[in-house]
């Protein structure tokens, strides 16, 4: 180990010779780029974009590398009756990733929820609902051509015990609409990686085994199939698989077959209000969950499925839960799970000169220190160095740790340096 006080004392004298760079903001998106993946990234919906703060912190790309709109791209919005075609609200989502230089996740285009009426009871023939299944398909990959590093094609087409989900799609078509449907998506957009995404195949069992069937389907068919997404709706204490270990075995049952995974829906629920107990086995939770991403080459990503409390999902669906993502719902930065994905990712500081060692230490160290309090009393307490320290929305700690001065990166970021 190298001496670590020593190094950042040389490094600051210019000892080392090697230049001092300007540094990319810290966040859970840059700890993942350095942890060599594409992005850390969140789900949003265009309801919530009109919340100033909410949007400062979901366009701050330290954090956030990548987003996915949580409903505006699916079929009961894009074609909500039969060849009418309607794209202004997910435009509206591709262009802020545009805008904020974020990749965009797109989300989904064959589902069995939010899938109108004129579709689950047309009555169609099977000739008829493939060529209404390729031209919703070809519609709306080719509207969005480009701007989809992903595209999760097929959604939820399994049930737990791993056999088919009885669907207007399946009940007409048989399995072949899953490769069909790629098949159209890959012809309209070849530069989309597509998904095939889904829940509860975090684990090795009946339905992460099914799933990999759908890989092998849809390859049998001749059709394109570039990853699977783990959607990882996760309960605090009962992740699935409840080690690294447990999470890389499972992803490698994949890649094996030639595909990237991605976690593309993370959230970890719990009772609320949420214990200090709960949420220090939450901050352990999503750390073992990076960690399984981290340790797989071919994990590309991980997408929570928005990253506030505020607009969760959870508790309108499960009574009495929620609590389940890094910011409450104050848009307050819950430090100790913020922490644990942080460092899961690994200490950020890489490639330039000796001061990555001194980096890790100072944040692990930092971080054992502030886990104990275990609520999210962001906004007292001081900031490690590199730590963040200001920017708009942020309201968490201001005060830099002795030895650092909060530093202005740009309007969303300000770090102790
Ligand atoms: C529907 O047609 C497709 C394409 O010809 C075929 O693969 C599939 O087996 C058919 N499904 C049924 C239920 O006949």
Redesign the pocket.
Known sequence: MIPTALTVLLAALGVTGSPVEPRAADGLNTRAVAAGKQYFGSATDNPELSDTAYLAGLSNTADFGQITPGNSMKWDTIEPSRGTFSYTKGDVIADLAAKNGQLLRCHTLVWYNQLPSWVTNGGFD??TL?SILQNHITNEVTHYKGKCLHWDVVNEALNEDGTYRTNVFYT???P?YIP?AFAAAAAADPSAKLYYNDYNIEAAGSKSTAAQNIVKLVKAYGAKIDGVGMQAHLIVGSTGSESVSAWTANMNAFTALGVDVAITELDIRTTTPATAAAVTQQAKDYATVIGGCKAVTRCVGVTIWDYTDKYSWIPSTFSGQGAALPWDENLVKKTEVYNAILNAWGTGRHSTGTTPTATATATATKTTTTAAPATSSAASGTVPKWGQCGGNGWTGPTQCEAGSTCTKANDYYSQCL
Do not use: E, K, V
Request: net charge neutral; charged share 0%; glycine share 12%.
């Open positions: 099977n000739s493939i007409t078509i048989g072949a069909i």
